[in-house]
């Protein structure tokens, strides 16, 4: 499964973004997806998670502010994000789980949100 990530950039505090993540080489609709980020100098954490049935769960930090959904005919997942603060500038990342140990990674998109 290849991943590709898009959608960051710099926005206002209180402005809104969507990352996209699209996914090629498998059979998207079989694979849970994730967004996390990392910070600098911080360990990469979970933002949201939508699983191949699409049940959704989401980080106590962005509950109310980021919608998570997919697009299985697309294989595209999204990550809407409004009311952005400056604690949201983090790289953020895709991955891609099926049945089976190996999660797969996109190459990540940079969000930066200014105060």
């Known amino acids: 499964v290849q991943l590709q990530a898009s959608g960051g950039g710099l926005v206002q505090a209180g402005g809104s973004l969507r990352l996209s993540c699209t996914a090629s080489?498998?059979?998207?609709?079989?694979?849970?997806m994730s967004w996390y980020r990392q910070a600098p100098g911080t360990e990469r954490e979970l933002v949201a998670h939508?699983?191949?049935?699409?049940?959704?769960n989401y980080a106590e930090a962005v509950k109310g502010r980021f919608t998570l959904s997919r697009d299985n005919a697309k294989n595209t997942v999204y990550l809407q994000m409004d009311s952005l603060k400056p604690e949201d500038t983090a790289v953020y990342y895709c991955?891609?789980?099926?049945?089976?140990?190996?999660?797969?990674w996109g190459q990540g998109t940079e969000v930066t949100v200014s105060s």
């Open positions: 991955s891609a789980k099926s049945i089976g140990p190996i999660t797969y």
């Open positions: 080489g498998s059979i998207f609709s079989l694979y849970d």
């Open positions: 939508i699983t191949s049935g699409g049940n959704k």
